[in-house]
């Protein structure tokens, strides 16, 4: 069996491979699909962590996950949609109308 | 079992029958009233509570004095903003009965939080909160600064629950168990914490950070709090925050973490760095909402002071401290809310000035409100501000204490500068009627204030179980 250190490592490239997508992209697709990797790193580390107890928690939790992550990105796309009618884009760069 | 879970099982029933009223004949009124109905009876069924307590539900959510007590405070505020929201949400053009929808749907979330005591329950509780809040921060859809908080609030909250997920997940595979009893037990017979417990509470803490607008977690704090709807700024303030925070609180009390040192300093860096630069940047702020932005992000950074302190006494402080502090934010986003007129809330200071010829009575509710964050003596801030004190006192936190006390110094002077313009005469000024019943709201609202800036004695004896 593959030892529960490699897979949270696996995990963990995931999770940073997001959070660096989310940090240098600015299209908001793109960031979206971000956050997406880094959500779904987390719930592979649940599915290690119920490998290693032989538990079914941690795949409950994945699937839980799952339906959250969904539940986001719908409101995400409304969001995206409505921003590309008032900004003409969607570069997130254009978000800077908020200031003192 | 049905008594225990009853506010629950209530609001989600009011959930149901508001969507289906929503979805065959609209009416901003009859939607209104409906969910108000609903959440005072949610609010009625809290006190029979009497002498089941504390209950567990199958391992997921716990009813005890903590949890019946803030799941109270949260209807209460739901109350008040769906009542101020009215007016708020009345001058939207179409559209304007998933206010009520969201809101609802969203409190549901925040008792979830409120009651878990598995990770399982935190963060499905946490995500019922948090994904109609996306939707709440950008209801002005119409509006850029409304889309643009939004869009920033989505991207940074669902970064913040990734970093959760990772956190609790960690923790779960280090320990074997996702129920909070249990994983406190695991952490307290540990001398020394292995990296994956200390790197797992690392994760969740950021997360926690970020929820409660800790230094340097804060970023997306002024701009979704200038963006956002001034009711749902209040309820962001407010409830949005009671739930992580009891979580929080369970963990640390029961696996006495703070008495790990790494944890300990953690905490003490957020409390200090929040304190220190939430008040300085709140200082060069004109934007009002900005203000209040920023002084939230001091206030949580006093709160911290709480959890470090521990035991009884920061456990009452704590709980005084977060209720007093929702109520006084509450009071303060409402005024806003009620002062916004053909869907322009009132932005700069200046824009504030003569409220008090305009209508007297919102001044005195506003001020009284923004002295009860500033800490003024007779107000309820005052109280909950030298309880915190004591609870760092006696747990030794001098430093902590300290720049408390500094802060509260400096908040003064952005605080009292709200006040100034408001009771600072001007020539062109039309009055402002209140609706009766906001205005029952608002005089609910510095009741409380009042009453438990005078004489708290009752109230905080009934604060400990």
């Known amino acids: 069996m593959i030892p529960f250190e490699m897979q949270i490592l696996v995990a963990a490239i995931l999770f940073t491979i997001g959070l660096i997508g989310l940090l240098t992209r600015r299209n908001l697709i793109f960031m979206l699909m971000s956050v997406e990797i880094m959500m779904n790193a987390g719930a592979f580390a649940f599915v290690a962590a119920g490998a290693r107890w032989i538990q079914p928690d941690g795949q409950v939790m994945f699937l839980f996950v799952l339906t959250v992550a969904a539940a986001e990105v719908a409101i995400a796309l409304a969001l995206l949609i409505l921003m590309h009618k008032l900004f003409k884009s969607v570069d997130t760069n254009q978000l800077n109308s908020l200031k003192n | ?465």
């Open chain 2, 1 to 465: 079992m049905f008594v225990a879970l009853a506010p629950y099982y209530i609001i989600l029933v009011t959930l149901i029958i508001v969507m289906l009223v929503v979805s065959f004949y609209r009416n901003h009124m009859l939607t209104a009233v409906l969910s108000f109905t609903g959440t005072a009876m949610a609010l009625i069924s809290l006190t029979n509570l009497c002498n089941c307590l504390p209950w567990w539900a199958q391992d997921m959510l716990i009813t005890d004095h903590t949890s019946t007590l803030l799941i109270g405070v949260s209807l209460l505020t739901v109350l008040v903003l769906i009542v101020t929201g009215f007016h708020y949400i009345h001058q939207i053009e179409d559209k304007k009965e998933e206010y009520y929808l969201l809101l609802l749907s969203s409190l549901l979330g925040a008792m979830i939080m409120i009651a878990s005591r598995n990770f399982v329950t935190f963060f499905l509780g946490l995500e019922l909160m948090s994904v109609p809040l996306y939707a709440l921060v950008a209801y002005k859809r119409t509006q850029r600064e409304s889309v643009e908080a939004g869009i920033k609030y989505l991207l940074l909250a669902g970064a913040s629950t990734a970093t959760l997920v990772f956190g609790l997940a960690l923790m779960y595979g280090a320990s074997g168990t996702m129920d909070l009893y249990t994983f406190a037990m695991y952490l307290s017979q540990l001398s020394q914490m292995p990296s994956f417990v200390l790197a797992g509470l690392g994760l969740f803490l950021a997360s926690v950070g970020f929820k409660l607008a800790l230094v340097p977690f804060h970023v997306w704090t002024p701009d979704v709090y200038q963006g956002s709807p001034a009711p749902i700024t209040a309820f962001l303030t407010s409830v949005g925050k009671i739930g992580t925070f009891v979580f929080l609180l369970r963990m640390l009390q029961e696996a006495n973490l703070t008495s790990h040192s790494p944890v300990f300093y953690i905490l003490a860096f957020l409390s200090v760095t929040s304190m220190i630069v939430g008040n300085l940047l709140a200082l060069s702020q004109t934007h009002v909402k900005r203000i209040l932005a920023f002084s939230s992000i001091a206030h949580m950074g006093y709160l911290i002071i709480a959890l470090l302190a521990g035991g009884n006494n920061g456990y009452q402080a704590g709980m005084f401290y977060l209720i007093i502090y929702a109520i006084s934010s509450i009071g303060a986003f409402s005024s806003i809310a009620l002062l916004t007129q053909h869907q322009k809330e009132p932005n700069d200071i200046s824009e504030y000035q003569s409220l008090y010829q305009r209508s007297p009575f919102l001044a005195i509710v506003f001020s009284a409100s923004i002295f009860s964050l500033a800490g003024m003596p007779l107000t309820a801030g005052f109280i909950a501000k030298i309880y915190l004190a004591l609870a760092g006192a006696s747990a030794a936190l001098w430093l902590l204490v300290l720049l408390l006390v500094v802060n509260s110094g400096i908040g003064l002077y952005y605080y009292t500068r709200i006040v100034s313009a408001v009771f600072k005469p001007a020539e062109t000024s039309e009055k402002i009627r209140l609706p009766l019943v906001s205005s029952l709201a608002l005089a609910f609202i510095i009741v409380i204030i009042v009453w438990l800036g005078v004489a708290p004695g009752g109230f905080l004896y009934w604060l400990v179980p």
